[in-house]
């Protein structure tokens, strides 16, 4: 009747995660009765969870981004003090329970925070610069994000029943197959991936499709903002890179659930194109993620720079041929699987040729500030962190491009090292400075500088505490994924990593604690005009949050640096007091589609992983119907009135004006 | 359309014919037909991705026979040569079903689609008749690499085929309920694009997997 | 198990590769952290010596030598990658002294099994090689993945099922190292650390004589026995039956290890107890 599900899935003998699972209930309980006593749930209903509006959709994705950096953070301090204490010992955690650890760390932070921030921080800001009034598909956006949260809610539930993989982020067979990982853990790995990939791959198609049919009139390609750049870029690679992880996944999923022999031992499988394959989506992932990182970068260090981006045509440039080669280096993750010199090398030079680009981007930040007023306002702390941090990130992958090197570096704590380094210092360091940075877009107010600040240092002095030791580790022969290990060596930089992992700690806690702080402080730290850093492009042309329409008007582009042209313009003029010729605005509907989909999609999900065959139809059938009900929506959109738009945007205006006016307009 | 051809021959795009103040570089969003139909494509192109891994897949392990049959034993190219009429033939009947909603003619509209269903459910039975004695002769998917190979690329083609009759009868559902909607006209191209998508991925794969694998 | 104390060529080299071209990088990154540092600071907003240019954007020189300079790095770092790729392929063969040693390594839920075929003799979890013999491996799995690395004599390689890949190395000074996996492959793999005992060419024959008297004997029941997932704590060394197994595990005549077996109570179903196999 349930499948393989029975009261034993609940770790009842197991203190360590039923404590996990205990607090985490605990803890979602307590918000949901909370926002239940107090009324919310019409409001959040109405307003978040129905929402096809961009800006909504996009500050869900960053909020799931951060809820799930605890998670796989809590995940990455149980495992520093495992290896921590580890030495002559078998720790504190079991072997099958730390290997579920580093597998879910890994699996969360990559597809859970990584992906879901910048995802969402794209949604949130690229119809805004475009000077558009939403994405080119708000209702299949709503499907993806909920989709995405479906993802992450079945891996969670592996924590209360059942297991995780114990594989690795990435399931390698034989090991990940039935005859060696028996359990549910991979099914829960494969079926969240799948459920989840959808949804990337609906967001992927979603902002390419903005980016390059919905842009304001005057906005050629090569006026774009550079975050717009990389948004098509990277979600450029979504759509090529994602597929294959659907295809890849599904086979493993064939093996395990009807017996077929795609990587199994016997019958002809071929472990090997299980590497091929997911390597060759592993990699362009990785740059799926530090894209847009590059592309906030470029937005932060131009606006605290107060100077126009240095050589855009050439980021532009190399922002294409990254994404290009990003599809031609995959085997440099394999190098000691036995290719031959010819292919390695190959490889070798292609994953060197990928630093030529970047390493250019690099100097066009720095010559940006050349000349420039730097402010060292938090995201730009945030960026001149990254810009050095990265740079050692890439050295060390230049260094494992060389196959010799690899040969003696590979699978050890020093690549390790190396992909925490790169993931950290341009991932989550971007992702922090465009979240500090569009806070106030967002929301109306300005996060708190001081604990901002602080927030900063301890994550980066923590960054370079933790990770610095386990490039010497892996130098020292020190392999990855050990649950204890014998030799003494390894010892103190294991307690080193430790204290550090403690600073980063820290640092995440400051940056909730900053959340808390900003939002208590609101009322001081509100923005009024909607320009609060003195920006360069048109998002901070609205006000803050803008209205749901965005713009009034569509604007009139004419050169790069849209909003900055319209601020000189305004201010040589005396900011123009002719009104635009204000009309009805059609915004489209908000739906529960997406929310409901979701729902369908995570019984599936769960059915699937324990085998109860009828709750897996019941599941599909809803998900078509639910598909079937919005097909049959007659009314699609609703109209804003102008009248009420030009009530908005008076408002807005006269906020904006009012700013001005302290500040001096005179020339 | 004969004007925005005349145009294009004449290197003005934009049919500015001359005029100063009218030269835009870009003229704004673009329209929401363009806009559906252009993301489609994109799906369409991703799931192409997704085929060439299950491609690649059938490649790598077509040799790996594990002591097995082989395609060369296995495949009956008849009953692939009438899959391949029935599909080719559903897609023109598509293709009038495509022409009936210009012309706004719910009649033909659902005469066509009607056809473009039988056709598409008589390749469906074909198809599953074709695993079901496969298996009976003990040449199911769990039998080796080669035929899992076999089985996922095939049978993922026939899945499409199966959800696509499924958004089919959607469609005709659709435009008897409510006629020939803006909205209703966007989700049909959409609708035709991916069955023409099908019959394309069909033709490589009676290529590559039947004609080629015949003679592995 | 210091990489930079290395007791091999392959691994000398190997690691005059990493070194060079760290240096070689070194040279471009150091000068480029310091001017990040310099320019921000420079040009801070509360320095009225800076000058300021709001829209200078471009310079064809600076783009120039922007894209030159990595550009030329990645040229030497490549030239570097290529002829190191070739000299230092697995698969090629080392010169050394005296006849090769053939070793074939299998590596086994949770322990490494190592056959000489030429001596007739096998052993778990201990590798005794004669110093300044070219060593000739041929590695495979009996089950999932691994890598054998023994980071002080070169080039680490995966192993696989059903597939055969070959490494060749040589040690250059007598003593005891350390070897590992490198790919991590279950609950046991932290005990897949290897002796490695490097003696002379003289010890070695008195070594392999004394090896051949064991009373354990390999043969497809003792390494059916060896397959089954567990750990080992005692270096076995055994007399080998069949100069051929290492074939037979190789081709998978010798199926492949089994999986779990079950022994906690709780959670059996969902650990997959109705399809053990």
């Known amino acids: 009747m349930l499948g393989k599900l029975d009261w034993s899935a609940i770790p009842i003998d197991k203190p360590i995660p039923l404590i996990a699972a205990g607090v985490v209930l605990f803890a979602i309980l307590a918000v949901l009765i909370w926002a239940g006593v107090k009324g919310h749930y019409p409001y959040l209903w109405r307003e978040w969870i129905t929402s096809v509006d961009h800006k909504r959709i996009g500050v869900m994705y960053v909020l799931l981004a951060m809820v799930m950096l605890l998670r796989g953070g809590t995940d990455a301090i149980m495992m520093r003090a495992q290896q921590t204490v580890a030495y002559h010992s078998n720790g504190y955690l079991p072997p099958e329970h730390f290997n579920q650890i580093f597998s879910a760390h890994g699996t969360i932070m990559i597809f859970f925070v990584g992906m879901p921030f910048v995802i969402g921080l794209m949604n949130l800001i690229v119809p805004l610069q475009l000077g558009v009034r939403d994405v080119a598909f708000p209702t299949l956006n709503s499907v993806g994000f909920w989709l995405t949260a479906t993802g992450a809610l079945l891996i969670n539930v592996s924590l209360v029943v059942g297991e995780f993989a114990r594989t690795g982020w990435l399931p390698f067979p034989p090991l990940s197959e039935l005859t060696y990982s028996p359990g549910v853990g991979v099914d829960y790995y494969t079926w969240s991936l799948e459920i989840s990939g959808i949804g990337t791959l609906v967001a992927g198609i979603n902002l390419v499709t903005t980016v390059l049919k919905l842009r304001t009139r005057g906005m050629t390609y090569l006026r774009m903002p550079m975050f717009c750049w990389t948004t098509l870029a990277s979600n450029l690679l979504i759509i090529a890179a994602f597929p294959i992880l659907t295809a890849t996944l599904a086979m493993l999923i064939l093996d395990r659930y009807f017996g077929f022999h795609f990587f199994t031992n016997e019958a002809g499988g071929n472990v090997m194109m299980f590497m091929n394959l997911i390597w060759a989506w592993g990699h362009p992932e990785v740059y799926i993620l530090v894209l847009p990182a590059f592309g906030i970068f470029s937005e932060v260090v131009s606006t605290f720079s107060s100077k126009v981006l240095f050589g855009y045509r050439s980021m532009v440039l190399a922002t294409m041929a990254i994404c290009i080669i990003s599809f031609m280096v995959w085997l440099h993750h394999f190098f000691t699987m036995g290719a031959g010199p010819d292919v390695n090398a190959i490889f070798g030079i292609a994953s060197m040729i990928i630093a030529v680009p970047t390493g250019v981007k690099i100097y066009n930040w720095l010559f940006t500030m050349f000349g420039g007023r730097v402010r060292f306002a938090v995201p730009m702390l945030w960026s001149i962190g990254f810009m050095v941090t990265f740079i050692i990130g890439g050295l060390t992958g230049v260094l494992l491009a060389v196959p010799p090197a690899d040969f003696l570096l590979h699978n050890s704590l020093f690549l390790v090292a190396h992909f925490h380094n790169v993931i950290i210092g341009a991932v989550l360091f971007g992702a922090f400075a465009g979240y500090t940075y569009w806070f106030p877009k967002a929301f109306g107010f300005r996060l708190d500088e001081a604990t901002g600040k602080a927030a900063f240092w301890f994550t980066l002095v923590g960054f370079y505490v933790t990770f610095m030791p386990l490039y010497v580790a892996g130098l020292l022969g020190m392999t990855r994924r050990m649950q204890h290990y014998d030799v003494a060596a390894w010892r103190p930089w294991m307690i080193a990593a430790g204290i550090g992992t403690v600073l980063l700690a820290i640092g995440v806690a400051l940056q909730v604690l900053q959340l808390f702080v900003s939002i208590r402080r609101r009322d001081e730290l509100r923005d009024t005009t909607g320009d609060p850093w003195d920006g360069r492009s048109l998002e901070w042309a609205t006000s803050s949050p803008p209205p749901a329409f965005n713009f009034a008007v569509l604007p009139n582009v004419t050169g790069e640096d849209a909003y900055w042209r319209v601020k000189e313009h305004a201010r040589r003029q005396d900011l123009d007091k002719r009104e635009p010729d204000y009309k009805d605005i059609e915004m489209p509907r908000n739906s529960p589609t997406g929310f409901v989909c979701a729902f369908f999609a995570t019984v599936m999900g769960f059915a699937l992983i324990w085998h109860i065959w009828w709750m897996v139809g019941l599941g599909a059938v809803g998900a078509f119907a639910t598909f079937v009900v919005f097909a049959w929506r007659d009314h699609d959109e609703y109209i804003i009135p102008a009248t009420e738009v030009a009530r908005i945007d008076r408002t807005n205006l006269a906020a904006r004006r009012a700013a001005l006016d302290l500040a001096g307009i005179a020339q | 359309m004969t004007e925005t051809t005349f145009a294009y021959a004449q290197g003005d795009p934009h049919r500015l014919r001359g005029i100063q103040q009218a030269e835009v570089a870009h003229e704004g969003p673009a329209p929401k037909r363009i806009v559906t139909a252009y993301g489609f494509w994109i799906f369409l192109l991703s799931d192409i991705v997704m085929f060439s891994c299950f491609f690649a897949s059938y490649a790598v392990l077509l040799g790996q026979t594990a002591g097995g049959p082989s395609g060369a034993q296995l495949f009956d190219l008849r009953s692939t040569a009438a899959e391949t009429a029935l599909l080719l033939l559903s897609s023109f009947a598509c293709g009038l079903a495509s022409i009936a909603a210009d012309v706004r003619s719910a009649r033909w509209f659902q005469a066509a689609m009607a056809l473009t269903c039988v056709l598409g459910l008589g390749f469906l039975i074909l198809e599953a008749r074709e695993f079901a004695d496969l298996v009976g002769r003990g040449a199911g998917p769990t039998r080796s690499a080669f035929l899992s190979a076999f089985f996922t690329l095939v049978g993922c083609h026939g899945l499409h085929v199966s959800a696509g009759v499924l958004w089919l009868l959607t469609m005709m559902a659709q435009v008897y309920a409510k006629g020939f909607r803006a909205d209703i006209l966007r989700r049909m191209l959409c609708f035709a694009l991916f069955w023409h998508a099908l019959d394309i991925i069909w033709v490589a794969i009676f290529s590559v997997v039947y004609l080629i694998g015949s003679g592995a | ?277």
């Open chain 3, 1 to 277: 198990m210091n990489i930079f104390d290395p007791q091999g060529p392959i691994a000398a080299a190997d690691a005059t590769i990493l070194v060079d071209s760290v240096a070689i990088m070194l040279a471009i990154v150091v000068p480029t952290i310091i001017a990040i540092f310099a320019f921000a600071f420079w040009f801070r907003q509360s320095n009225p010596r800076a000058f300021y240019s709001p829209d200078w954007a471009y310079s064809g020189r600076i783009e120039l030598v922007v894209w030159s300079i990595p550009a030329l790095t990645i040229i030497l770092l490549g030239g570097v990658a290529w002829i190191g790729s070739h000299q230092l392929d697995p698969a090629a063969s080392v010169q050394g002294t005296g006849s090769p040693v053939r070793i074939q390594a299998v590596s086994l839920d949770w322990k490494w099994l190592f056959i000489y075929p030429d001596q007739r003799i096998a052993t778990v979890n201990t590798l005794t090689v004669p110093v300044g013999v070219p060593l000739n491996f041929e590695l495979t799995s009996a089950s999932v993945m691994n890598v054998f690395f023994v980071p002080q004599l070169g080039s680490m390689i995966y192993t696989m099922n059903g597939m055969v890949t070959r490494l060749n190395l040589r040690a250059d000074r007598e003593g005891t190292f350390q070897g590992l996996s490198a790919q991590f492959s279950g609950d046991g793999f932290p005990e897949m650390g290897f002796d490695v005992h490097v003696v002379s060419p003289l010890a070695f024959p008195d070594w392999v004589k004394s090896t051949a008297q064991s009373d354990r004997v390999l043969n497809a029941d003792s390494y059916a026995e060896l397959a089954r997932q567990s750990v080992v704590t005692d270096k076995a060394a055994f007399r080998l039956d069949d100069v051929r197994l290492f074939e037979k595990i190789s081709t998978q005549k010798l199926p492949p290890g089994p999986g779990p077996t079950l022994v906690t109570e709780s959670a059996q179903s969902y650990l997959g107890a109705g399809h053990a196999r």
